[in-house]
């Protein structure tokens, strides 16, 4: 089996949208599951995927802050489904992606919108071969252009 290797911010956003997964799934805190995390997954190979150098930092803080703020999360992402759709019917993984997503445009001032949306679209393709990465692309897109407008009007480099 061939192992992939991610760079540091990917692998802690890939890990903290399997940790926001888990906390929806088993009910654990915030709290105790970043810290397994740490534990048995950050600095380690997992099912070939190298997250032996994943940002710390941001995972705590990706975990650690959706997490908090999603009582603000949540309505901004049910307000950007189109109609018919409820976050509630979304499936767990990729509410998660999305609340990671949304925490990120609304805390990473230094993190280009575009480069967020890039990150969880790719975060998306490693759990979705359907229209799920299409789905993160719309809403991010969205909620960026609301929460940091300025930003995106600016041409693409």
């Not at 802690?12 to 810290?35: F, H, K, M, N, S």
């Not at 190298?50 to 307000?79: K, T, Y």
């Not at 189109?82 to 997503?101: K, N, T, Y």
């Not at 990473?108 to 990150?119: A, F, K, L, T, Y």
């Amino acid at each position: 089996m061939t192992e992939t290797t991610l760079r540091p911010r990917t692998a802690a956003r890939l890990c903290a949208v399997q940790a926001l997964y888990q906390i929806e799934i088993a009910g654990a805190t915030p709290a105790d599951t970043v810290e397994q995390f740490l534990a048995y997954r950050i600095g380690h190979t997992v099912e070939g995927i190298d997250f032996r150098n994943a940002d710390r930092a941001l995972f705590r803080e990706l975990v650690l802050g959706a997490s908090a703020r999603q009582a603000e999360i949540d309505p901004r992402l049910a307000a950007t489904l189109v109609e018919g759709w409820s976050l509630a019917r979304l499936e767990r993984i990729l509410r998660a992606i999305l609340r990671a997503g949304t925490f990120e445009l609304l805390v990473q001032s230094d993190v280009p919108v575009r480069v967020i949306i890039n990150e969880y679209v790719d975060v998306a393709h490693a759990f979705f071969a359907g229209a799920e990465p299409g789905i993160v692309n719309a809403v991010l897109d969205r909620l960026g252009r609301e929460l940091r407008a300025p930003e995106l009007e600016q041409p693409a480099l």
